[in-house]
Every structure is written in structure tokens, then in C-alpha cells.
């Protein structure tokens, strides 16, 4: 069985508006394609909310993307009052209109300011990094409670075929990544 290690970089702010220099748009590892983590900060720790992929552009350019969709209401956002404790609220869904989207953009904004970009860069085909951000979103679905509740991700992008060799991929923070598995086999 192959395998390698992934490095996590980051915490890197979402957006350049506040603090341009720490911004994932700052980082030149975040200009290439990736495997990508959206956080928010809980006691010295990260917990994770969302596992993405870029592969046919680089994890800043994603993160644009998102922030667009984000910024013209077809995402769902939560209370910032919530996310400053661990817990996640929805404040606003896309399905409710435009007059909630403009009450409910400050929480947005506040969203926006809390969140935190973890990052690898691994320039590898599309298919192994589905298998990666799936196999990652499983493992933490897996242990259930808070980690579970707190994680977005409401589908798998693809699981290993029958024909392909699996891959034992080992993972390595210098920042605390609550649900955060050391090894997945994918």
C-alpha cells in the first residue's frame, strides 16, 4: 500500500479584507491545487466545518469562489454569536429570500472575520483528491457528537473503485485540528 503525508498550513484568514498579510490569498503554497479545511477558533484549537477540494484551480482561487457565493446569498451562514462557542446555529439559508440575506448580513461579516483556512497543497488528479476530501469528511462523520454536528458537508464526492490501490494518507498540523484523524485509508 502507498501512502503519503499531508501538511496542513494555515490558520489563514478567509478573506483579505481585515488583515491582507494573513490572508490565504497572502500564502503562495495556497496558489496551487489542494485539499482545504474552513475552521473556526475554540480554545487555542480549530474545529473543522467544511472539507473542500481545488484541482482545477488553485485553493486561493476556491476560496474567491466561495467567497462569491457567500457574498450574494446562496450559501447558508450561522449566528457569530454561536460560532464564537463551538456550536453552529443557522442564521440565514438561501431558500429564505433576499430581505433575510440583507438583515442577516452582518452575521455574515462576523462569519466571515472568525473563519479560518487550513490548507495542503498536493497537485495530484482529481479522482485521489476526492478520495482524500471523502475518506476525510467519513472520518469525521464517524465520530459523531459535536465533530459531526459541527461539519457541513452533506455529501461524499467519491469513494476508492475496485481497481484502484488504496492509499494510507497520514496527516500533520502545527495547529491543534479538533476531529483532526493522524491516518486515513483511502
Not at 466545518?49 to 457567500?70: C, D, M, P
Request: proline share 5%.
Amino acid at each position: 500500500m502507498a501512502s503519503i503525508t499531508i501538511k496542513w498550513h494555515g490558520p489563514r484568514l478567509f478573506t483579505p479584507f481585515w488583515d491582507p498579510a494573513s490572508s490565504v490569498y497572502s500564502d503562495s503554497l495556497a496558489w496551487q491545487p489542494g485539499i482545504y479545511l474552513w475552521t473556526f477558533p475554540e480554545d487555542g484549537a480549530y474545529w473543522i466545518n467544511y472539507v473542500g477540494i481545488a484541482h482545477a484551480k488553485s485553493i486561493a482561487s476556491r476560496q474567491s469562489e466561495h467567497l462569491g457565493t457567500f457574498l450574494s446569498g446562496n450559501y447558508l451562514f450561522y449566528l457569530s454569536s454561536e460560532l464564537r462557542v463551538g456550536d453552529v446555529t443557522c442564521a440565514y439559508r438561501p431558500s429564505e429570500g433576499h430581505e433575510k440575506y440583507i438583515k442577516k448580513l452582518p452575521e455574515l461579516v462576523q462569519q466571515l472575520q472568525l473563519m479560518q483556512i487550513f490548507f495542503a497543497p498536493l497537485d495530484s488528479e482529481k479522482a485521489l483528491l476526492e478520495r482524500i476530501e471523502s475518506g476525510l469528511i467519513t472520518s469525521l462523520r464517524d465520530q459523531g457528537g459535536q465533530i459531526l454536528k459541527r461539519l457541513a458537508n452533506e455529501r461524499l464526492s467519491r469513494h476508492r473503485k475496485h481497481d484502484e490501490a488504496t492509499l494510507d494518507v497520514g496527516f500533520e498540523s502545527s495547529s491543534a485540528l479538533i476531529g483532526m484523524p493522524t491516518r486515513i485509508v483511502v
